[in-house]
Nanobody, 121 residues
Framework: QLQLVESGGGLVQPGGSLRLSCVLS????????IGWFRQAPGKEREGLAC??GTRDTADSKFSISIDAAKNTVYLQMNRLNPEDTATYYC????????????????????WGQGTQVTVSS
């Protein structure tokens, strides 16, 4: 059974950067679309960066990378501001479809427990 465990969250000052990690275990890493999402209190879960097959969605603020040898996916976050305060989740799904590529949260079936990121001075 696939398991995902996030780490790397914490307190960061505005303008700072942070890298989150997500270790996948229990299944073949390469057979899943992988993504990073976040959810702030009172808000819907939103996609940040996803890799599905050869397609990935990201911008200059959030970038996703994979270390296949370590079964780990990373989220690099830059230029953080207080509005980025949220619980950050990694997720995986065995389908490589357009919804997975578009980083739609409801299209992902496996989730980690999340890691809290707080941006504050």
């Amino acid at each position: 059974q696939l398991q995902l465990v996030e780490s790397g969250g914490g307190l960061v000052q505005p303008g700072g950067s942070l890298r989150l990690s997500c270790v996948l275990s229990g299944s073949n890493f390469n057979t899943y679309a992988i993504g990073w999402f976040r959810q702030a209190p009172g808000k819907e879960r939103e996609g940040l960066a996803c890799i599905s097959g050869t397609r990935d969605t990201a911008d200059s603020k959030f970038s996703i990378s994979i270390d296949a040898a370590k079964n780990t996916v990373y989220l690099q976050m830059n230029r953080l501001n207080p509005e980025d305060t949220a619980t950050y989740y990694c997720a995986a799904d065995p389908r490589f479809g357009p919804l997975q590529a578009a980083c739609v949260a409801s299209a992902y079936g496996h989730w980690g427990q999340g890691t809290q990121v707080t941006v504050s001075s």
